[in-house]
């Protein structure tokens, strides 16, 4: 059996991602509403791994944290892990600002989880959905970037005018989660044989 798994965000919009999707697997999973350590680094997976390592030593094993970020290809990457910055001070109009005029609008969204277990074992999980930015913001749903991110995979929608089972098909953060899952998975059979 899969351990039960706390998640570590104060991000409802991620909380209501992540736990839709373990719900639906069988896999109890509980809500820790609080901030982590977050260092600097252009590595989403190095934020993660130490945001995981500062959530077990505060809450200890059998906790997950996620570290996001949007990646603009015509800015070279830009905002990346600078991502939750940019969109608390310039915001979704400031991004669609900087791409005035360009034509070129390949963008990603990435997702870095670092789950440590009981014994302190940190291992990162990532997963990315491609797409493009949208030439205005659509849609009331989802949260941060969604309004103007359109998976490439999708039917034209952004994600803020999907719902979040629709959103979960395609999105960074269930790859990476799913991953996840799978590790636990095969971690559990190993105890059971
Ligand atoms: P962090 O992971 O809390 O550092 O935040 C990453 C930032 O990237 C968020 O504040 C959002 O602005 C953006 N972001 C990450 N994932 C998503 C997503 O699934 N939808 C929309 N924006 C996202």
């Known amino acids: 059996m899969i351990p039960g798994l706390r998640v570590v965000t104060t991000n409802p919009g991620k909380w209501a991602e992540f736990s839709s999707v373990l719900q639906s697997l069988g896999v109890e999973c509980s809500w820790i509403r609080e901030n982590v350590l977050e260092i600097q680094s252009d590595d989403l997976g190095e934020i993660a791994y130490h945001a995981g390592l500062d959530a077990y030593r505060r809450w ?3 906790v ?3 570290d996001a970020g949007l990646y603009i290809d015509a800015l070279n990457g ?3 892990p600078y991502s939750s910055y940019i969109y608390r001070t310039i915001g979704v109009g400031g991004v669609l600002r900087l791409l005035a005029g360009v034509d070129e609008r390949n963008a990603s969204f990435r997702s870095a989880i670092c789950y440590v277990d009981s014994y302190g074992v940190a291992a990162v999980f990532t997963g990315e959905v ?3 930015i949208a030439a205005e913001p ?3 749903g989802g949260f941060g ?3 103007i991110f359109i998976p490439r995979e999708g039917d034209g929608r952004t994600f803020a005018e999907m719902t979040l ?3 979960n098909v395609y999105s960074h953060r269930v ?3 799913k991953k996840l899952i799978a590790h636990l998975g095969d971690r559990s059979l190993a105890r059971d044989i």
Do not use: N, Q, T
Request: glycine share 24%.
């Open 130 to 132: 491609e797409g493009y």
């Open 165 to 167: 089972l629709e959103k």
């Open 64 to 66: 997950m944290v996620e």
């Open 138 to 140: 659509r849609g009331s």
């Open 175 to 177: 790859k990476a989660l």
């Open 78 to 80: 830009f905002p990346g």
């Open 60 to 62: 200890g094993g059998g």
């Open 145 to 147: 970037f969604d309004p």
